[in-house]
């Protein structure tokens, strides 16, 4: 009987999916495995929440070197010489795109999963702190999506990039202090203000949203907490970013 009942609202879904597309999200990666590049869950969280969202993805990653390769076992650099897009489409399951080839035209919204990578291959945060420089095709389309006043959502570290490129745009890490561990990575929120940013203080299972520059951060694993908070965390940012585009889908 509730299948049955049911059946109308399901075919009518169905339906408007089709004729109304859903907002497309370009996903930027910078690697794969959370020392030196993407972590990896949350990239696949921030996936999932948008294919749940009824929005059509790409991913991209920019063909560049890593600033290096760190083997994850020993939690120290391995010796080798990676690509950024190269390792990027082992999370994209090969269908990914150069970063090149991201037009702001395009797409309705951009995203940026955390991850080392973001704050080593994308920018050189990881060394230079407060005075990183960010790839010239990540300021590139930052700059794009924010003129064209489109979404931009960034969990992690990543906020540390459109700190960097946009002045004064407000975004969160998490807290301000490690407080016992469970966020040892605080001292990010200082150099987001140190960058000319402000930083807003968030818990790891819900997203910060900056209205005036159209910007989405959530703290991520900032955190060190349970999985499904970080999960629920990144589900908060993808729907944010996704209403923002004022595009909607069943």
Known sequence: ??????????????????????????????????????????????????????????????????????????????????????????????KILDLARLTVQEHDAIIFPGGF????????FAVEGKDCQVIPDIERVITEFHKARKPIGLCCIAPVLAAKVLPGVEVTVGHEDEEDGKWPYAGTAAAIIAMGGKHAVGEVDCAHVDSEN?????????????????????????????????????
């Open 117 to 124: 990578g973001a704050a080593k291959n994308l920018s050189n």
């Open 1 to 94: 009987m509730l299948s049955r009942s049911l059946s109308p609202f399901l075919r009518f879904c169905r339906f408007s999916s089709a004729a109304t597309p859903g907002p497309k999200v370009a996903v930027v990666l910078s690697g794969c495995g959370v020392y030196d590049g993407t972590e990896i869950h949350e990239a696949s969280a921030i996936l999932v929440h948008l294919s749940r969202g009824g929005a059509e993805f790409q991913v991209f990653a920019p063909d560049v070197s890593q600033m290096h390769v760190v083997d994850h076992v020993k939690g120290e650099p391995a010796g080798e010489k990676r690509n950024v897009l190269v390792e990027s489409a082992r999370i994209a399951r090969g």
């Open 214 to 250: 159209n910007v989405v951060s959530t703290p991520a694993f900032m955190c060190e907490t349970e999985l499904h908070h970080i999960f629920d965390g990144i589900g908060a940012m993808v729907q944010q970013v996704l209403k923002l585009t004022g595009k909607r889908s069943c």
